[in-house]
């Protein structure tokens, strides 16, 4: 079946630091790639997909490119703030002819200090 | 999130007693999911509505789970004989078949007692 792996925190930085979050994902056919992020005391949102591959999602200064010859979406930010303190899911969607299952990795807690 | 409304937002129930929550979406969409989050944990699978497609029920953790969809809108998940176990977050989502993003409600949180 399909899986996410993604990198283990919680992740601790100072403000401005550069953030990668690594994703690896197990896949048959086509997934579509998501980050998810969960601030908090708030529900899931969408933070950036990519559908195929070498696509590049963006969001809010967030970035994250679908390699499928690596199986990788990690997600990276040039210069984080304290308020994107949150926990991040990289997550994939079952394409092709599958039913459109969600998987998701485990998340990943960041906390962005002043 | 916007288009899906779980209630209700917290329950609080004694073990053993049954308790059904309920995802209402505002907005059509073919694809309905629930997932459990438990304390530190990530989100744990539970079951997946497509259509008219027979659901896929293969996360749900034991008998005592059960969930429907009527209509193809409104769905309830119903938990028998409840577990101090069970206590978590209850999300329900909505999407659609396609290379689309799914939307969360802010879901249900469940306390056994």
């Known amino acids: 079946g399909n899986s996410v792996t993604q990198m283990e925190g919680p992740v601790t930085l100072s403000e401005e630091a550069f953030l990668t979050i690594n994703c690896t994902y197990t896949?048959?056919?086509?997934?579509?790639l998501f980050w998810y992020v969960q601030y908090p005391g708030e529900g899931l949102q969408l933070l950036l997909k990519?559908?195929?591959?070498?696509d590049k999602g963006s969001n809010k200064g967030f970035e994250a490119t679908y390699r499928k010859e690596t199986t990788s979406f990690h997600l990276e930010k040039g210069s984080v703030q304290v308020s994107d303190s949150a926990v991040y899911f990289c997550t994939l969607k079952a394409g092709g002819t599958s039913y459109g299952k969600l998987t998701f990795g485990q998340g990943t807690i960041l906390t962005v200090h002043p | 999130g916007a288009g899906v409304s779980q209630s209700p937002s917290n329950k609080v129930t004694e073990k053993g007693k049954d308790v059904e929550l309920r995802c209402d979406p505002i907005s059509g969409h073919t694809a309905l999911y629930w997932y459990r989050q438990s304390l530190g944990q990530g989100l744990e699978f539970l079951i997946y509505?497509?259509?008219?497609?027979?659901?896929?029920k293969s996360g749900l953790p034991s008998d005592r789970f059960s969930a429907e969809r009527t209509g193809g809108s409104v769905s309830t998940l119903t938990i028998q004989r409840t577990q101090q176990e069970d206590s978590a977050v209850y999300l329900c989502?909505?999407?659609?078949?396609?290379?689309?993003?799914?939307?969360f409600g802010q879901g249900t949180r469940l306390t056994v007692v």
């Open positions: 989502a909505l999407g659609d078949r396609g290379p689309t993003e799914a939307f």
């Open positions: 509505f497509q259509g008219n497609s027979a659901p896929d």
């Open positions: 896949a048959t056919g086509y997934p579509s």
């Open positions: 990519a559908t195929k591959a070498d």
